[in-house]
């Protein structure tokens, strides 16, 4: 038998943390189905890689997402199969002369005229970027 696949030593106030785990691996489970309806449009490709686009606020962690993508995927007809992930920075945008800044070490200030009045503008999303099939 092969070795078990061990869970990554993830710690949040001194405690497993195996709820977030159960997210990452939920997320992981719904990129795969994806990869595969993808890939079912072109009869006899198979995936060689996916690529997600993961916002800074999302609530996920990376390598515990990757951790997850690697067990599901590990033993099935999509291995091997790359991941991707590009991290997006967290952005507000500045309700007085709108623009859009990254947000730093929590500084929700505007760069451009100072302003305190800014808004959530990104860096909350989990998208699909892309899946790259080899055909037969
Ligand atoms: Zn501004």
């Known amino acids: 038998m ?7 030593p993830l710690r949040r106030r001194g ?7 159960v997210h990452e691996m939920s997320v992981a489970a719904a990129v795969l189905d994806a990869v595969r309806t ?9 995936a060689t890689r996916v690529g997600l686009r993961i916002g ?3 609530g996920l962690e990376p390598e515990s997402l990757r951790f997850c993508f690697e067990a599901l995927v590990a033993g099935t007809d999509l291995e091997p199969l790359a991941l991707d992930l590009e991290l ?6 500045c309700r007085q002369c ?3 800044f990254e947000v730093v070490d929590y500084n929700f200030v505007c760069g ?16 699909l970027a892309y899946v790259e099939v080899e055909e037969p």
């Open 88 to 93: 997006v920075p967290r952005r507000n945008r």
């Open 98 to 100: 709108d623009t859009t």
């Open 38 to 46: 993808e890939t079912g449009r072109y009869p006899g490709a198979r």
């Open 112 to 127: 451009a005229c100072g302003s305190l009045r800014t808004e959530p503008a990104g860096g909350d999303e989990m998208q």
């Open 56 to 58: 800074a606020v999302s």
């Open 2 to 8: 092969p070795p078990r696949a061990k869970f990554p």
């Open 15 to 21: 405690r497993p943390c195996y709820s977030r785990l």
